[in-house]
């Protein structure tokens, strides 16, 4: 194990990250880059921006929660390593996150009721799933809810992300790279490193699926609540016209999952979304000897 896990260590962390891809960023972005006018100047896209950026606060904040709760159930000294690395990375995503909502304009005192007001509940409830794992110190579980659950659903939907605002908004784009990047050390680490624990403890494995198919009905329902009704999808429509509007020449939104994103009306986002999603928990879990267990449908 003492081989895969040189790629985890500080040193490679330090090298890769802070002074790599990070290396002069301000917040995650270039100095110097804001917020585009439109996004600042129009209600409907600015409120629209702090609903989204609530919800990944709420992630990261889940996130740095569970890092940094599983270093002192971790069973060797390289993951505990490993994870005080993710800790300071899950700190950064909640704060450059968070200077988001202050740039579009959320008070520093307001912060919290924002949070409160916009944060999904079925997210919240998805994150709870996992941070009981995280909480009752029980390692294979919790690994597996936080880096394989929790980041390969944040990876797919940053990535998908990524490539609607990357034309529009080169700074929440440029800021939602670099958490990409360290998305996929974690969800490489929880991959890498858990199969061989569950081969160890087979009898764990019931208890993981059922954590498994309990985060993945949230997460569905979180994403129908996004994407669907019909009040959210007058309010994409109109957000998405706005956008094209002011894009001028060509589509703003980009590829993804090789579909251009401008093409699709909301509905096919967030199938679109569910099933990428899903499959990479079947390749993830399945390389670590976890069947994939589908919830019912929200
Ligand atoms: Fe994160
Ligand atoms: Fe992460």
Known sequence: MADFLSGYSIQYWLES????YLEDTEYGHAAGVGEPELVLADGLLREQAIKVTT???????????????????????????????QTLDE???????????????VGKGDLESTLREHANPNLVKFAETMLEKVDAKDFIPGVVGQNIILEGMAFSVFEMMHAANQKLNPKFGQTLSGTIADERRHVGFGE???????????EKKAEIEKMQKEMSYYMLATFADQFSGDENRAELDEMRKKAREAAGDGAPEGQWQGRNLADLDPEQMEGLLSNTVIGEFKTRLGRIGIDYQTPVRP
Do not use: M, W
């Open 17 to 20: 990250c802070p002074q790599g």
């Open 91 to 105: 700190a950064r995503h909640v704060e450059i996150f968070t200077q988001r909502l202050y740039d579009l304009g």
């Open 192 to 202: 890498n490193y858990i199969g061989a624990l569950i081969k160890q403890h087979p």
């Open 55 to 85: 919800q990944l606060v709420v992630g990261e904040r889940c996130a740095l929660a569970a890092s940094s709760g599983l270093i002192n159930a971790a069973p060797d000294e390289a993951a505990k390593r490993f994870l005080a690395t």
